[in-house]
């Protein structure tokens, strides 16, 4: 459909910023950088109605990896990048909190628990990680207690990890260690802070709305974003698609990895929290009234297709291992309320992806499954990196 007269001279007009992504990272670059440019036309473009990558379909899990992954994150990385990692994920739920609030995040500093399975006699895992603990706790509990000291209630001496004996006997496991700066968090309420914070800054949101090629303009005023709609012009530009991006962006290393999630109602409810297994690639935590958010699963190696197309008979076998684990983990369950997909973007490592790839175009992706965590500072980061260049 051709854009009107009304629309292309004032609300489809050109802007000064444009976000192709209406993720957690791509609201926030929005925000910050209409916040350091109050004036500039700032537009926010989502593909989708709300959003089909991971910011209304995670776990709600305000985490920093537990100690299995850390350990490996340590060993392929080495301490310095490593730590680097668990700093970012630290000063981005920090910048989460600071930007939305705590009440409006639904945020509760529940703590987190890890449970080791043993996994057999020349799986050596779970050994390594209950011997690697003292030096984990060395490294990573200045780097969590400076960043969110006077954000979370845990004091500064208190371990990051701990040895939690009664959790591993009550769910059957070979070992339990418990992450005491780890949290939950309201996946729908956040999104709705977002929204509410977007219109508050004036900054036009069209969802709804695919990008399906980026073009610069001849005359050195920007980009032009091709849309089923028609042309959007904008001065700088900003992919925040996460493991959608070379969908835009052929050349960066990312790709979207998916994970499915239910919603179980099991016969006996576990202690509160929530719970990271087999390295985090399996994952749960309560929910009000009874129920549990079991999710995860990549390790299976169940290829699903990406949006929007569908796959029952691999979504089924997905969920049916799926729901295995989680009788394994929780016991016999009543009732599955809810199924659903959401995309990760993943790649070589777990260091996310900032940068610029041309004049004006700019890109904050692969969050690795941590989008929650480090999703508002790589917006951010983004935003401030862009807000130095044009200085």
């Known amino acids: 459909m051709p854009i009107g007269y009304w629309e292309s001279e004032h609300l489809l007009a050109p802007a000064d910023f444009t976000v192709i992504g209406g993720g957690i990272v791509g609201m926030s670059a929005a925000l910050h950088f209409k916040a350091a440019h109050p004036k500039a036309r700032v537009r926010l473009v989502e593909r989708d109605v709300l959003g089909e990558g991971g910011t209304t379909r995670n776990a709600g899990f305000a985490c920093f990896g537990g100690a299995g992954e850390w350990l490996d994150d340590l060993e392929a990385l080495g301490a310095e990048r490593w730590l680097a990692l668990i700093q970012m994920r630290a000063e981005g739920l920090r910048a989460l909190i600071e930007l939305l609030g705590t009440s409006a995040l639904g945020l509760e500093w529940c703590g987190g628990w890890e449970l080791l399975a043993a996994r057999g006699a020349e799986d050596q895992k ?20 400076s960043v969110l000291r006077d954000v979370h209630p845990a004091s500064a001496d208190t371990p990051a990890l701990s040895l939690a004996p009664q959790r591993a006997h009550e769910f059957g496991a070979h070992a339990a ?12 309420k956040m999104v709705s802070a977002f929204h509410k914070a977007l219109g508050a800054a004036n900054i036009q949101c069209l969802n709804g709305c695919t990008v399906d090629a980026l073009t610069a303009r001849e005359d050195h005023a920007g980009w032009t974003l091709d ?30 990895a998916p994970n499915r999630v239910l919603v179980v109602t099991p016969k006996t409810m576990p202690p509160a929290g929530a719970y990271h297994i087999e390295d985090g690639y399996l994952y749960f935590r309560t929910l009000p009234g009874g129920q549990i958010l079991f999710g995860g699963g990549r390790q299976y ?41 959401g995309w990760l973007g993943v790649g070589p490592d ?6 610029s790839t041309a004049p004006g175009l700019h890109h904050a992706v692969r969050m690795g499954g941590m989008g929650v965590a480090i999703g508002c500072g790589m917006g951010k980061a983004l935003a401030d990196a862009i807000i130095a260049h044009n200085a």
């Not at 992919?239 to 050349?251: D, E, V």
């Not at 699903?304 to 394994?328: N, S, V």
Request: glycine share 8%; aromatic share 6%; charged share 20%.
């Open 126 to 145: 779970v050994q390594r990680v209950l011997d690697a603990l003292p030096e984990l706790n060395r490294l990573a509990q200045p780097v969590l207690s």
């Open 177 to 188: 260690v418990h992450l005491c700066w780890e949290g939950m968090l309201h996946t729908g």
């Open 227 to 256: 849309t089923q709609r028609g042309p959007l012009i904008s001065q700088k530009v900003a992919i925040c698609t996460n493991g959608f991006a070379r969908a835009i962006l052929p050349g960066l290393e990312v790709k979207p």
């Open 350 to 355: 777990r260091e996310p992806i900032i940068g």
């Open 301 to 341: 190696g169940i290829d699903l297709p990406h949006y929007p197309a569908l796959d029952a008979e691999a979504t089924a076998l997905w969920d049916q291992k799926l729901t295995a684990d989680a009788e394994q983990w929780l016991g016999p369950i009543d009732a599955i309320t809810h199924r659903w997909t």
